[in-house]
């Protein structure tokens, strides 16, 4: 049987996508350059591709992130408690070279750090990463100077990064590379990129998505399975795709997948678990020991009903509340009518992991902004969201300013707070609800209004369905690409151009 890419891109390549015709925010923003795309425009006659200028915004709204840090790169992180709060420019990066042995030479799971902390408590490829980053800082100077250069240099690693999601995420639906625009002009994205080394594990993530919509099935899990070297989140994708390869039959396609992600993991993972199994083990144990923290909605319960919330009890419902969403994503994508897309799953079952989770940092927002624009790239919802996000960005820093600052109290107090966090998960959940409801009402569903089936799906994409349960089954429906006679005469508030909700 042809693969579905061959027996679409074949005949003809399919005309692109423009968000100013049918996206109404998207049409109105174009103002600020001209207006929308007209009919008569020579597409892809100039060297200004909407790759290429995805990245080149990318790069510049990144920048325009580091900006934003100036504050505390000129004294913030370095100088009073609360300064780095109150210009909400905190970055862990500055303060973990010095406080996770990186100043003094010191091999991270290997040797020992005085402190509290005795191993580096994260990942080993973002281990990797964060001793690469040390071995080009130069070790003259002051060590406020060196933990300046520290922050530049992982900055610009990270920038990479960076460009990377975009392109990966512009290329990942053919027809839709001006899709990636959502995440080049995310403003929570600029203003969390550097807090952090999360970007690493986004971008590994981006391009697997990237790999699997070209059908390569091997590279995707690869890809994987160093994602989840360098952050843990990304192997919750293999669940929803376990579910979609199920309802189609492609089982030795998701074997694949799954060894190459094994694989890769073991690859990396694998000598520094021999050679220094306790240095190794941090990450996991911290994670496990550690207590409710900023942003979750444990937190949440504790400070409004003024409740103490063990990490033990946190741990227990947060896997039984993810247990509980896995069974029901489980139902929905068995039982839809319409098969969803796999980055509509990818997308739901990240969220429900940040959601459910003992810990919120602000820079966890970059996990999910790649996937919702694959999984809902229509502006509006995807600008309410992100109005949320950086509410609770602003919130999270004020209110640190807040208990850092003494008798001034200086910020925003526990009950501002409170309403912060509950933004932030009414904001997602808000996401994820628009995403469900595209599920069972695809006509909603801007990336298959043209008749498309899947097109971030690779082997997924026109397959038939071979098990499905209940409404699925009655009558036999499957996912399969519609000839342009054939497609669906929308409703006129959901025709392209119309309401997104």
Request: proline share 6%; hydrophobic share 50%.
């Amino acid at each position: 049987m042809p693969s579905a890419e061959t027996t679409r891109a074949s005949v003809h390549e399919p005309e692109l996508v423009r968000p100013t015709r049918d996206d109404e925010i998207a049409a109105g923003g174009s103002e600020l350059i001209g207006g929308p795309i007209g009919r008569r425009a020579l597409l892809g006659t100039s060297w200004w591709t909407p790759v290429r200028v995805v990245a080149l915004v990318m790069i510049g709204m990144f920048a325009l992130g580091m900006v934003q840090k100036l504050p505390c790169y000129d004294g913030g992180w370095f100088f009073g408690a609360s300064s780095q709060y109150t210009h909400a420019c905190y970055s862990d990066i500055p303060h973990l070279y010095q406080g996770r042995g990186f100043a003094d030479g010191l091999v991270p799971y290997f040797d020992k750090i005085p402190g509290d902390m005795d191993y580096l408590e994260y990942p080993v490829l973002t281990g990797v990463f964060m001793e690469v980053a040390a071995w080009l800082t130069p070790g003259g100077g002051s060590i406020q100077h060196q933990e300046q250069i520290y922050w530049m240099v992982n900055a610009g690693m990270l920038m990479a990064c960076a460009a990377v999601i975009a392109v990966c995420t512009a290329r990942t639906h053919r027809r839709r590379p001006w899709d990636g625009l959502l995440v080049a002009l995310a403003p929570a994205f600029a203003l969390t990129a550097t807090i952090n080394w999360d970007l690493l594990a986004v971008a590994l993530l981006a391009a697997a998505m990237l790999m699997w919509s070209r059908g390569r099935v091997l590279a995707f899990g690869v890809l994987i399975g160093l994602a989840t070297a360098a952050k843990f989140y990304p192997f919750l994708l293999l669940g929803p795709l376990f579910l979609l390869c199920w309802r189609t039959g492609r089982w030795r396609e998701f074997g694949t997948a799954l060894l190459g992600a094994v694989g890769a993991w073991l690859a990396v993972n694998l000598p520094v678990m021999y050679l220094a199994p306790e240095g190794w083990a941090k990450f996991y144990s911290f994670s496990h020991d550690r207590g409710i923290d900023f942003g979750s909605v444990f937190l949440f319960i504790s400070q409004w009903l003024k409740i103490s919330i063990t990490f033990d009890t946190a741990n227990t419902w947060a896997l039984v509340l993810m247990v509980i969403i896995c069974a029901g994503l489980s139902a929905v994508t068995l039982m839809a009518p319409r098969r969803p897309r796999f980055a509509q799953l990818a997308f739901l079952i990240v969220a429900a992991f940040i959601l459910t989770n003992k810990v919120y940092s602000p820079q966890y927002v970059l996990w999910l902004v790649p996937l919702a624009a694959l999984a809902r790239p229509r502006w509006r919802d995807f600008l309410v969201w992100q109005a949320c996000e950086v509410a609770y960005f602003l919130g999270i820093w004020m209110y640190l300013a807040y208990t850092t600052s003494g008798d001034a109290h200086k910020g925003l107090p526990t009950d501002g707070y409170q309403v912060a966090i509950a933004v932030h998960l009414l904001g997602t959940l808000y996401l994820c609800a628009v995403v469900v409801r595209d599920i069972f009402m695809p006509e909603h569903d801007v990336v298959r209004r043209p008749g498309d089936d899947d097109p971030s799906g690779g082997i997924l994409d026109g397959a038939e369905d071979v098990f499905v349960l209940g409404p699925a089954a009655r009558p036999a429906r499957h996912a399969a690409h519609f000839d342009a006679v054939h497609q669906v005469d929308w409703p006129e508030d959901a025709a392209p151009g119309g309401r997104s909700l």
